[in-house]
């Protein structure tokens, strides 16, 4: 049983851009069957969750997924863990086609891909030890016989993260939420993966505890090169995080560009509404700012607007954007956006 | 945390505690439930009826004072000692064929005992097993499995159980087989209730991303979770089995003679309601405060297994007893 | 400053204790505060704050295993504690004092029409018959934004989205005029566009009918724009209050410092986030003296003794800390990076 040696793993310098990306997707639709309509019930209905996307992350990266509810971004963290059916599309990851995977291949593809979720309290069994729920990918995988030989390579993950090693033969209930949350990225961890979804990883944290756990998450980056798809509704936080951004809105993935290129010159309506909708902890720079306020809601899901689905509420939109949608194009070096009139 | 001992020697000794720490954390949970039942009038009495139950039951030869089945006519019909002509050799009173009903009265309790933990056992693994099944491998196997449940949960069970015993010999074995039939639906669809919520819990999901087979997961994961509602349906179901068990007995198609069972005891003495009325009545009694006791029981397992409800009930009584007070 | 006979709700070194088996946790400690009318003050705090203990016990909606252990709250001079204050509570709340919750999935009753919630309150506490009930329900949906309101009025809550329904709650609110409104982390549970679009809306009232609004949120962004003034909360006790402005700008509580300093900011990236150090005490065995010191970085001695008390350090600002306004804001929190 080694021990995690940090030295193997390739520094976490960030992407290169010539490298092949660790995960690519393509063309990724994700929908949903909710029930039927028509008189005899002949018409199937579905929910678009997710509908043609496509990304990449490379090794080392961090690729932020931002959207709000309904944009589908945690669908497609979830297709790409292979944890729903996907419609159509593929996804690869270190070369190799995953669309079609399935047992115990599957099965060993998750040792190099782990989820980080949302809620600290729920993610982790509160009958088990914590000893016991970092040390069981490690027995499920057969890396250890059984879960006490297991005991040192736990205290050194739960050491990374910040924990002390005496926590493992405690219950969740002892920790706070911020600790949870470590104790649920130290068993993300415990395969060594490659890439590691985290589904809102920091929402339901204070504010005090998320900047220490999103300072933790960089940290690990930096030490072992890991990728991260951080997928988060809170655009402060996945701009500080992330290399690259994806922009989401009703299940189409709409702006795709660097973190700061995002930030400065957005291209897509959408963005540039998301943007000056986050509120900036300093009065009077929010008193200064120009706020656009969009009109309307979040489309339904089951029956999208026809053409570009954000043309209901696009303070741009023209005759065209009701008709047909727009392609999901390089505007700029390195930055993509599906919109008519950027 | 001290940093004085060095951390070979502190991780080593942690896992000695944590290997032979199991046993001392199970002692100290007994003692704290037994702690609590202490204070739980209400629960006490359950536990109570439920433990003189089971003791009679065990030392029933020790305990009742006469052989059960031994007659004697001379001494037919002979009332309870506080009666004038009644004495303490039978406490409470013969029947008519002068069996000591104190004594039947004491070994029925093995009857109650066998049947209900028979019963229980038996519906209650058998229906856990397919709740189980049904809740995890969902759709068709779900849909089978509960139309099954359903359709027999339509059919009377009583009178079912009447009809298949009126043709088959009635006995204890007969009266055990026939009702866990009819009981382990409820299991079933407790057990698939469960284990659907249970599915869908962040860490079941986190346990199957890790990589985790449905075996593993259905042991590790799921299965913790069904102990204490299982428990106390078990529980509740054992006072239904009772009362069940007695009406057979009471319709002559449960237990025969010579076999002792308080529904049995109340057929035989009905005739008598009026002139000996000892003969209906202590059995009855008894059948009664049975009842109530388990399900009181069941009703404190209810509070004790769930940490909310406790909180409840504390912040109710210290706020009682204090005032505004500090509490403890 | 506006004087004390101005005010609409004072409270005055409120105490809350929630008895539980494991101890007696004691919520909120000594808050004090003021909101005059028109005003915003925004209170904030973390989990375990007490800023939603507070916002209830002034409402009178705290109920067992928590109680109100010391204090007064106060509208408009009447006391709302004890028995003659519950019955001048009851004539106020929903009318003159106002509350919107968190999560409007929940706070709307699934199985009536908008008309007949709103249409109740109206009713109840303006004596209003259905006809004019009805109407003034239409006008106060159309002052909320939403559009079509004499169809929407029929309408059940499931067939709104959550934006939609939290304007619901604040129309609800504002059925009857009130002059405080509170509004409880109004916005934590709606999407960042929507978000946008409740504060702007709440602003607008604001202005427009000149109502006090006591804002509570963790979100210093959502503070940051709608807010006059800010409490911060700790473990149970404001540590500083003053103008919004001010304390974004210089922070005197190294508490304060911290939050800033661990809130990114949207157009401020690269620096690292400072965080603080370890986690929020436990409220059952909360630290001696100031609750804040162990995570402190400016912690003293006396720091552990004694707990400072709410003193004006500067005109209009203040601090409870014994070393308030120390330092630059950039050093006083832990700089945590792997903490607790």
């Given at each position: 049983?080694?021990?995690l ?21 393509e ?28 990304l990449?992350?490379?090794r ?36 190799q ?9 599957l ?52 050491e990374?993260?910040?924990?002390p ?28 993966p ?83 909708a ?6 009077r720079v ?7 306020i ?22 741009m ?26 | ?11 080593a ?41 089971v003791i ?34 039978n406490?409470l ?6 069996r ?18 028979s ?8 229906g856990?097993?397919?709740g189980?099944?049904a ?18 949960v ?14 088959i ?29 249970v ?55 449960g ?33 009664s405060?049975?009842?109530?006791g ?15 409800e406790?909180?409840?009930?504390f ?6 007893q ?7 | ?16 204790r ?41 409402m ?14 106060r ?23 106002a ?6 999935m929940?706070?709307?009753n ?33 002052l ?39 509004a ?14 409740i ?68 157009d ?30 400016l ?6 003794e ?11 600002r ?15 929190a ?5 903490g607790?």
């Amino acid at each position: 049983m080694r021990s995690l040696d940090l030295s193997e793993r390739p520094r976490g310098q960030g992407p290169s851009a010539d490298e092949p990306p660790l995960l690519k997707v393509e063309g990724l639709s994700v929908h949903f069957p909710v029930g039927r309509a028509g008189f005899w019930g002949g018409r199937k209905l579905f929910v678009h969750a997710v509908e043609d996307i496509s990304l990449e992350i490379r090794r080392g990266e961090t690729l932020g997924l931002v959207g709000e509810s309904g944009s589908g971004k945690s669908t497609t963290g979830r297709a790409i863990l292979r944890r729903i059916p996907i419609t159509t599309g593929r996804i690869w990851f270190d070369g190799q086609d995953i669309t079609h995977l399935k047992g115990e291949a599957l099965r060993h593809l998750r040792r190099r891909m782990q989820l980080v979720f949302q809620d600290p309290y729920a993610s982790l069994n509160p009958r088990m030890k914590i000893l016991d729920l970092v040390a069981e990918p490690l027995v499920v995988h057969g890396l250890v016989e059984h879960v006490r030989d297991a005991a040192d390579k736990v205290a050194e993950l739960l050491e990374l993260v910040g924990l002390p090693a005496d926590a493992l033969d405690r219950y969740p209930h002892a920790f706070s939420g911020g600790q949870r949350q470590r104790i649920g990225i130290a068993r993300a961890l415990a395969l060594e993966p490659d890439l590691i979804v985290a589904d809102e990883p920091v929402s339901a944290l204070d504010v005090s505890i998320r900047a220490q756990v999103v300072n933790l998450l960089q940290d690990l980056q930096e030490r072992i090169g890991l990728a991260y798809l951080f997928i988060a509704h809170d655009l402060s936080v996945v701009r500080h995080i992330s290399h690259r951004i994806a922009v989401m809105y009703a299940g189409k993935v709409v702006e795709t560009a660097d973190r700061h290129e995002l930030y400065e010159d957005p291209r897509h309506p959408y963005t540039r509404a998301l943007l000056s909708a986050v509120p900036i902890p300093d009065p009077r720079v929010q008193k200064q700012r120009h706020r656009q306020i969009l009109t309307g809601e979040i489309p339904n899901p089951v029956s999208p607007p026809s053409g570009c689905r954000f043309h209901t509420r696009c303070p741009m939109a023209e005759e065209r954007c009701a008709i047909e949608e727009p392609p999901f194009e390089e505007k700029a070096a390195q930055h993509w956006a599906a919109c008519w009139y950027t | 945390m001290a940093k004085n001992v060095t951390d070979e020697e502190t991780r080593a000794e942690r896992r000695e505690e944590l290997i032979r720490g199991r046993p001392y954390e199970i002692l100290r949970a007994l003692r704290s439930a037994l702690r609590e039942i202490v204070s739980d009038r209400v629960g006490l009495f359950g536990v109570g009826v439920v433990g003189a139950l089971v003791i009679l039951a065990i030392f029933a030869p020790l305990i009742a004072p006469k052989d059960p089945a031994a007659q004697d006519l001379t001494d037919a019909l002979k009332p309870p000692f506080w009666y004038a002509d009644g004495d303490f050799a039978n406490a409470l009173g013969t029947d008519s064929l002068g069996r000591d009903i104190l004594s039947r009265m004491i070994y029925g309790t093995r009857i109650t005992i066998l049947v209900g933990v028979s019963v229980v056992a038996v519906s209650g693994a058998f229906g856990t097993v397919m709740g189980l099944i049904a809740g995890y491998k969902g759709g068709r196997t779900d849909s089978i499995i509960m139309r099954v449940v359903d359709t027999q949960v339509a059919f009377p069970g009583l009178l079912l159980a009447l009809v298949i015993l009126a043709v088959i010999q009635p006995s204890a074995t007969t009266v055990i087989v026939v009702l866990a039939l009819n009981g382990w639906m409820v299991y079933a669809r407790m057990t698939r209730g469960v284990v659907l919520s249970v599915r869908e819990t962040p860490y079941v999901d986190a346990a199957e991303i890790v990589g985790c087979k449905p075996k593993r997961i259905i042991f590790r994961h799921i299965l913790p979770n069904l102990t204490s509602p299982l428990l106390t349906l078990a529980v509740l179901e054992f006072a239904r089995i009772i009362l069940a068990e007695s009406a057979l007995s009471f319709l002559g198609l449960g237990i025969q003679p010579p076999q002792v069972s308080w529904g049995l005891m109340i057929a035989q003495g009905k005739d008598y309601l009026f002139s000996a009325w000892w003969l209906v009545t202590f059995p009855g009694v008894a059948i009664s405060l049975t009842v109530l006791g388990v399900n009181l029981l069941a009703s404190w397992l209810r509070v004790v297994a769930d940490p909310q409800e406790r909180e409840k009930r504390f912040a109710q009584s210290s706020t009682h007893q204090t005032g505004a007070g500090t509490g403890t | 400053m506006s004087d004390p006979a101005g005010s609409l709700l004072e409270v005055e070194d409120l105490d809350v204790r929630f008895f539980t088996r494991r101890g007696t946790a004691h919520a909120i400690r000594g808050v004090s505060m003021r909101i005059d009318r028109g005003e915003t003050l925004g209170l904030v705090g973390e989990s375990g704050s007490g800023k939603s203990v507070t916002s209830l016990a002034i409402m009178g909606l705290i109920k067992l295993p928590g109680k109100i252990t010391g204090g007064d709250v106060r509208w408009k001079g009447t006391s709302l504690l004890g028995d003659s204050g519950e019955r001048s509570l009851r004539k106020i709340r929903g009318k003159e004092m106002a509350m919107v919750f968190q999560d409007p999935m929940t706070s709307l009753n699934p199985l009536f029409t908008i008309g007949t919630q709103i249409g109740e309150v109206l009713k109840h506490h303006m004596g209003m018959r259905k006809q004019e009930a009805r109407e003034r329900t239409v006008e106060l949906l159309e002052l909320v934004g939403i559009s079509s309101p004499e169809k929407r009025v029929d309408q059940y809550p499931h067939e709104f989205s959550g934006g939609m329904r939290q304007r619901m709650l604040i129309a609800m609110a504002l059925a009857c005029e009130p002059e405080l409104l509170i509004a409880d982390e109004p916005t934590t549970a709606l999407d960042v566009t929507i978000q946008a679009q409740i504060l702007e809306l709440l602003a607008d009232l604001q202005q427009r009918l000149r109502i006090a609004v006591l804002l509570i949120s963790h979100d210093l962004g959502v503070v940051a724009q709608v807010c006059h003034r800010i409490s911060v909360m700790y473990a149970g006790h404001i540590v500083e209050s003053g103008a919004a402005e001010d304390v974004f700008e210089r922070p005197g509580h190294p508490y304060t410092r911290g939050l800033l300093a661990s809130t990114p900011r949207l157009d401020q990236v690269g620096s690292r986030l400072t965080g603080i150090d370890g986690s929020p005490p436990d409220l059952v065995n909360p630290p001696s003296g100031c609750p804040f010191h162990p995570r402190c970085s400016l912690v003293v001695d006396r720091c552990s003794e004694e707990m400072p008390p709410l003193e004006e350090h500067e005109p209009g600002r203040e601090v409870a800390c014994w070393r308030a306004f120390v330092g630059s804001v950039g050093e006083a929190a832990g700089a945590g990076a792997l903490g607790g």
